[in-house]
């Protein structure tokens, strides 16, 4: 994407040295895409890349490629639990990351 | 470089922690009441743990320097238990007049159930009825897109709620929005693993400017970070942001929403 077209939600009021935002995040970011593949490889390996939250994580990545802005907020969406009502009791437990569909 | 710690649990850290933040330039700490590791079986727990928080806590900053502050509710982890959440409810305001106390929270919802929202909806009452302000805290992962509407759509809808006196905390790229067009404040946790980064917290502020925001570390006994506020500033130096600019997110920003309660002193707006 060209420096002189800011995606939409882009603020008004930057630091002038766009440049710089490349060059600091490139390798932390990078390496967390690694992670990313490894993992998928390691479940894949450990026969268990049909759990939901593994089937949630590569329908999620799709935002990643798909040329669209607001890639976090998409993200973080396509975990999330869909449903709007209170739930009628607790499990007790903990979240867990990703939705759980009914029957996964 | 001075900044506010708006959001931690100090119960859980040691006091080297305390010294780390003044030597990073932090000028108070707030502390919400917050879930102790385990679940307390009676009220009479709570009301020990109120006075560690009001009392033992702020003596335990002083030695430092550091100005204290709490605030008070059965948390939402504990909420499942309404018999219990009366009780405790029953506590608080006689722990309201303390010196040290800026109101209500971290309440709000932990696994979005219809008791959480019960006792979420007790809490609202409490806080209005006291004039009160309130710190709330919104779930976790795949819960806190739900959880923050279920969390809006009670605080819009009691009448004595302004929602210029409720932050709504731990909000991510997919709840920020919201809870900022409804009127309330937001605030930012950084975390190592979960909620958010020093590089995000800095994008959602670029993206949604930073009028009614604050960032905070929630540090507690689990994988946190009492330094990722100051860390958040070097992530803003990094990219260029001026020292006025992040003066007013670290510090201006929590002292203006703080400094509704007459009882937060410290320092001054601007
Ligand atoms: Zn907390």
């Known amino acids: 994407m060209s420096s002189a077209a800011p995606s939409p939600g882009?603020?008004?009021?930057?630091?002038?040295?766009?440049?710089?935002i490349v060059d600091l995040g490139f390798v932390p970011v990078r390496a967390k895409l690694i992670?990313?593949?490894?993992?998928?490889?390691?479940?894949?390996?450990?026969?268990?890349?049909?759990?939901?939250?593994?089937?949630?994580?590569?329908?999620?990545?799709?935002?990643?490629?798909?040329?669209?802005?607001?890639?976090?907020?998409?993200?973080?969406?396509?975990?999330?639990?869909?449903?709007?009502?209170?739930?009628?009791?607790?499990?007790?437990?903990?979240?867990?990351?990703?939705?759980?569909?009914?029957?996964? | 470089m001075r900044y506010i710690e708006p959001h931690g649990h100090m119960?859980?850290?040691?006091?080297?922690?305390?010294?780390?933040?003044?030597?990073?330039?932090?000028?108070?700490?707030?502390?919400?009441?917050?879930?102790a590791g385990y679940d307390r079986s009676s009220a009479?727990?709570?009301?020990?743990?109120?006075?560690?928080?009001?009392?033992?806590?702020?003596?335990?900053?002083?030695?430092?320097?550091?100005?204290?502050?709490?605030?008070?509710?059965?948390?939402?982890?504990?909420?499942?238990?309404?018999?219990?959440?009366?009780d405790v409810l029953a506590l608080i305001p006689e722990f309201l007049a303390k010196p040290t106390v800026l109101g209500i929270g971290e309440i709000g919802l932990n696994r979005n159930t219809k008791n959480e929202m019960k006792v979420l909806e007790m809490h609202v009452d409490l806080a209005v009825k006291h004039n009160q302000l309130i710190l709330v805290h919104t779930p976790h992962l795949e819960d806190k897109l739900k959880g923050t509407k279920l969390i809006s759509d009670v605080l819009k809808s009691h009448p004595g709620v302004k929602p210029e006196r409720v932050i709504i905390d731990h909000v991510e790229e997919h709840t920020i929005k919201r809870v900022l067009d409804q009127g309330f404040w937001a605030g930012i946790t950084l975390y190592?693993?979960?909620?958010?980064?020093?590089?995000?917290?800095?994008?959602?502020?670029?993206?949604?400017?930073?009028?009614?925001?604050?960032?905070?570390?929630?540090?507690?006994?689990?994988?946190?970070?009492?330094?990722?506020v100051p860390k958040a500033c070097l992530e803003m130096r990094a990219r260029g942001y001026s020292e006025e600019f992040i003066d007013q997110v670290v510090y201006q920003n929590p002292v203006r929403f703080l400094s509704q309660c007459p009882k937060f002193k410290v320092g001054a707006a601007g």
């Open chain 2, 44 to 86: 009479d727990g709570f009301r020990d743990y109120f006075r560690q928080i009001t009392e033992y806590e702020p003596a335990r900053a002083a030695k430092y320097k550091l100005p204290h502050y709490c605030w008070l509710c059965i948390n939402p982890k504990e909420a499942e238990d309404l018999a219990l959440a009366r």
């Open chain 2, 192 to 228: 190592p693993d979960s909620k958010s980064s020093p590089p995000r917290a800095v994008d959602m502020i670029e993206i949604c400017g930073r009028e009614r925001i604050w960032m905070n570390s929630a540090c507690d006994w689990g994988h946190s970070d009492p330094l990722s």
């Open chain 1, 10 to 20: 882009t603020p008004t009021v930057l630091p002038a040295d766009r440049q710089k």
């Open chain 2, 11 to 35: 119960v859980s850290r040691t006091t080297d922690d305390y010294q780390a933040m003044v030597i990073a330039g932090c000028q108070a700490v707030c502390e919400p009441a917050f879930w």
């Open chain 1, 35 to 104: 992670e990313v593949a490894a993992f998928l490889d390691r479940v894949e390996r450990y026969g268990v890349a049909s759990d939901y939250r593994c089937v949630a994580m590569r329908a999620a990545l799709s935002a990643l490629a798909d040329g669209k802005p607001e890639r976090a907020r998409r993200i973080l969406e396509s975990f999330s639990d869909p449903t709007t009502e209170p739930d009628a009791v607790s499990t007790g437990k903990a979240a867990y990351g990703a939705y759980r569909p009914p029957g996964a």
